[in-house]
């Protein structure tokens, strides 16, 4: 077998890709802030924006509901409005803003606005026509909102949010690269036999494994667009495009160089992607795949499946701690829950095409029972620092990988010890 070479061989190659991701980061910063000035301009603007979130809060005494609010140039936000409005979620509304004292740091990442709804367009978008058909589908509405995330990335209810909190399966509902990666997965070994029979007959000279690729992330692609482009979900599509390139030129895939390339190339064409958690959750999950698949690349296939949900696992863990500060004693179970999710995910797609998509509505009421207590675990953050200054040495040393996962062990046994 000819052995894929390195992406980079030189400190040179290095240095052009750091000067050209620069001048990439510098035209898109440039674009972003003759928007923020066009937004900036006057006392108040009017947007068309889409409704995210919506939910009550009370604060001295006063109820009233949260909105955040994004409009078609990507900018996010959140607002207030009265107790009594109605359910707007995922609606289209105009609203007048007065973006007060904003600064292009916040325009970037997000900010709280005065606001006053102006109108709430009926017109019921695609995601919309989706979540009702999901709806349908489901007597229970949290089974119904579970769905609405995996399928639409429509954002969990609060209680739903905390209860996957303490089963530490928050990641499962949040679309990103591992559903993309079921999903590549699944529409690549469905496309591909049919596309090779025609191929072979009618056009044998063009590549079918570089065909199916481009029919596949085109379908990705699409979807992606459709759920208005989640961070995790644009990190995952250009990780896909990114090892894809590689992979037919005889270049490593599994390999730091990779990840530091499609991270890089990200957050220079979007740096609003700086600010978002789920990017950076999302780019940590896959650090520690590639760190296990570097040390561990000589065990068998069989080894690799056992042991690499126990890892990610692990060394997700601190991280998990140090955000959320969820945990309980059926937090490990996420390695199962994990696992099962690469079968129960397509399944669940097949039954609600063919009718039956409450077919796991009891099996999920039992989960999220399960999930409804939970201790708070802090993590330090001068420990969680230190754990992140240890993952990136790890790379180059294999003593300090070592380190790093009995580093991982011992505060998953202080998690234990918190709530034992």
């Known amino acids: 077998m000819i052995e894929r070479v390195s992406l980079f ?13 620069f001048f990439i980061l510098l ?25 995210l979130k919506q939910y009550t809060k009370s604060k001295n005494n006063r109820t009233y509901q949260v909105l955040k609010l994004r409009s078609d140039d990507g900018v996010t936000f959140y607002t207030t409005a009265k107790k009594s409005l109605q359910d707007i979620k995922n609606k289209k509304i105009k609203v007048l803003i007065w973006p007060k004292e904003l600064t292009f740091l916040k325009y970037l990442s997000s900010f709280y606005a005065n606001s006053k709804i102006l109108t709430i367009y009926e017109h019921r978008s695609l ?19 579970i769905y609405h995330a995996l399928y639409s990335a429509t ?28 999903l590549s997965a699944l529409l690549y070994f469905l496309i591909h036999p049919i596309y090779s029979f025609f191929q072979d007959r009618f056009f044998p000279y063009t590549n079918s494994k570089r065909d199916t690729f481009f029919i596949v992330a085109t379908i990705l692609l699409t979807y992606t667009l459709f759920l208005d482009t989640p961070p995790s979900l644009i990190r995952a599509f250009g990780m896909l495009l990114v090892g ?8 490593k895939i599994i390999s730091m160089q990779t990840l530091f390339i499609t991270i890089m190339l990200l957050l220079a064409f979007f740096p609003r992607l700086f600010f978002s958690l789920g990017f950076w959750l999302s780019s940590a999950g896959v650090f520690y795949i590639f760190l296990f ?9 069989v080894w690799q ?22 945990f309980s004693p059926y937090h490990p179970l996420s390695i199962i829950w994990t696992t099962l999710f690469t079968l129960f995910y397509p399944l669940s797609i097949l039954a609600h095409i063919v009718g039956y998509g409450a077919i796991f509505d009891d099996s999920l009421l ?20 230190l754990y992140l200054l240890l993952s990136f040495t790890a790379i180059f040393y294999k003593k300090i990988m070592w380190i790093l996962l009995l580093f991982a062990c011992t505060i998953f046994i202080y998690a234990v010890y918190h709530i034992a």
């Open 293 to 301: 698949f570097i040390y561990f690349k000589a065990l068998s296939k």
């Open 305 to 326: 499946f056992l042991l690499l949900p126990i890892w990610v696992y692990l060394l997700m863990l601190p991280y998990s701690l140090a955000i959320f500060e969820n």
């Open 155 to 182: 954002p969990l209810e609060r209680e739903a949010q905390s209860i996957f909190s303490n089963l530490g399966i928050s990641h499962l509902l949040a679309i990103s690269g591992f559903h993309l990666g079921v």
């Open 244 to 251: 894809f390139f590689l992979y037919d030129r005889g270049i």
């Open 27 to 51: 035209i898109s910063l440039l674009l972003e802030y003759k928007n923020y000035y066009e937004f900036n301009r006057f006392d108040s603007i009017t947007q068309a924006v889409t409704v």
């Open 9 to 21: 061989n030189k400190k040179q190659d290095i240095f052009i890709s750091l000067v050209l991701s």
């Open 127 to 145: 995601k919309q026509e989706l979540n009702e058909y999901i709806s349908n589908a489901h007597e229970d509405k949290s089974i119904a909102n």
């Open 366 to 385: 039992w989960l999220l029972d399960l999930g409804r207590d939970g201790n708070r675990v802090e993590l330090n953050t001068y420990l969680f620092v």
